[in-house]
């Protein structure tokens, strides 16, 4: 990584289009660069990716500004290396998990109905104000998360280590970004990139 960010592997142009968010044809930018994820451990930026398909063998998270980086390659199944290199991330900079904050008038904002590909995914608040994720995959199975309000907003399921991200416009959420580990999950927005709610 470090011989990559000095442009000894590709040139300084192609290394900053790693960095950069694509802009999809509908307009929505999205953090992922040329071949690599963005996102945050804590206030740190970072770029990496994943490796081993549904099971996430491999993991290199590369942060710039601290030219460091940390990888995690496991040869079990299950694995979650994503999660372990975000877990010693964040013994290296002191961090602990998010903290819940109360979203107070803007619950409106994140409810409601969701289509993706032949299901839906519905987003409701509960008594104790934890935001439950329900996917209905159109087969009659249905999947179901909790999260908390972080700010700005975003949710944290904190057993998991996922976050997702409502894009908000004129007072209505028109996409929802989902991260792993801290890094933005290409794979779900590549799906919900097409959401749209349903009346």
């Not at 299950?78 to 979203?103: D, H, L, T, W």
């Not at 409810?111 to 995959?137: A, K, V």
């Not at 991200?165 to 929802?176: H, M, P, Q, R, T």
Request: zero cysteines.
């Amino acid at each position: 990584m470090i011989a990559l960010q000095n442009g000894e592997l590709i040139s300084k142009m192609n290394y900053e289009l790693m960095q950069s968010e694509t802009i999809l044809s509908n307009g929505l930018k999205i953090p992922y660069g040329l071949g690599t994820r963005m996102g945050f451990s804590g206030s740190h930026f970072k770029m990496g990716h994943t490796g081993g398909a549904f099971t996430d063998f491999a993991a290199v998270f590369h942060y710039p500004k601290e030219n460091m980086s940390i990888v995690v390659l496991t040869n079990a199944e299950p694995s979650n290396a994503p999660m372990i290199a975000e877990q010693i991330a964040n013994e290296i900079f002191g961090m602990e998990a998010p903290k819940r904050v109360e979203p107070n008038g803007r619950r409106v904002l994140y409810e409601g109905t969701f289509q993706w590909g032949t299901g839906t995914i519905t987003y409701d608040f509960d008594e104790r104000g934890t935001l439950w994720e329900s996917i209905d995959h159109g087969t009659g199975e249905v999947d179901s998360l909790d999260y908390h309000y972080i700010g700005k907003n975003r949710f944290y399921n904190q057993k998991h280590g996922s976050e997702i991200e409502f894009l908000i416009e004129d007072n209505e959420a028109v996409s929802i970004l989902s991260y792993s580990s801290g890094l933005f999950s290409d794979v779900e927005i590549a799906v919900k990139r097409s959401f749209q709610i349903l009346d």
